[in-house]
T-cell receptor, first 116, second 114 residues
Framework: AQSVSQHNHHVILSEAASLELGCNYSYGGTVNLFWYVQYPGQHLQLLLKYFSGDPLVKGIKGFEAEFIKSKFSFNLRKPSVQWSDTAEYFCAVNERIYNQGGKLIFGQGTELSVKP | DGGITQSPKYLFRKEGQNVTLSCEQNLNHDAMYWYRQDPGQGLRLIYYSQIVNDFQKGDIAEGYSVSREKKESFPLTVTSAQKNPTAFYLC?????????????FGPGTRLTVL
């Protein structure tokens, strides 16, 4: 079955540490890739997305992600985290199949806690 | 102020009762979605609708029903047939059903079955 896997369930970092959250998917075809973030008490919102072109994409708040097709991966990175980055992060994928619409498959989520 | 509203924020129901969760959007989006969020499982798609008067089952549709009579509204009914209904429910919408469109999410409804 098609799936999205996030390797880390809970990550704890100190401020200024670097962040990398892993995401792997199992689709064999062409995909669109997304990272969403859910800050405490807030709506789920889009961090960044990849459709085609440069595999290194930049999003809001200094986040970036790299699409590596050969590894079926779309890892999220940030060079220096802040306390305000404490949130839950979700990787999501949809496969470009005709008439499948915008069906997103989400990973299990990674809870990030940043210590001040 | 454009966005997606879900009501109520918290909902309690007794076992065996049906309950309907509201989702309204004023973004003029064609596509709408319902997800269920459980700890450690991410979001799972329940139903989605690409256009008014049309909807399709997602990955976990059993025990749920939806309607899409108006473009701006996509209510979800959790029936008594849903074996484990306690969860956080999220509604989303996108400009169209194509995969290139960002999905916008509502604040969610937390349902607890007593």
């Amino acid at each position: 079955a098609q799936s999205v896997s996030q390797h880390n369930h809970h990550v704890i970092l100190s401020e200024a540490a670097s962040l990398e959250l892993g995401c792997n998917y199992s689709y064999g075809g062409t995909v669109n890739l997304f990272w969403y973030v859910q800050y405490p008490g807030q709506h789920l919102q889009l961090l960044l997305k990849y459709f085609s072109g440069d595999p290194l994409v930049k999003g809001i708040k200094g986040f970036e992600a790299e699409f590596i097709k050969s590894k079926f991966s779309f890892n999220l990175r940030k060079p220096s985290v802040q306390w305000s980055d404490t949130a839950e992060y979700f990787c999501a994928v949809n496969e470009r199949i005709y008439n499948q619409g915008g069906k997103l498959i989400f990973g299990q989520g990674t809870e990030l806690s940043v210590k001040p | 102020d454009g966005g997606i509203t879900q009501s109520p924020k918290y909902l309690f129901r007794k076992e065996g009762q049906n309950v309907t969760l509201s989702c309204e959007q004023n973004l003029n989006h064609d596509a709408m979605y319902w997800y269920r969020q459980d700890p450690g499982q991410g979001l799972r798609l329940i139903y989605y609708s690409q256009i008014v008067n049309d909807f399709q089952k997602g990955d976990i549709a059993e025990g749920y029903s939806v309607s899409r009579e108006k473009k701006e509204s996509f209510p979800l009914t959790v029936t008594s047939a849903q074996k484990n209904p306690t969860a956080f429910y999220l509604c989303a919408s996108s400009l169209s059903s194509g995969g290139y469109n960002e999905q916008f999410f509502g604040p969610g409804t937390r349902l607890t079955v007593l």
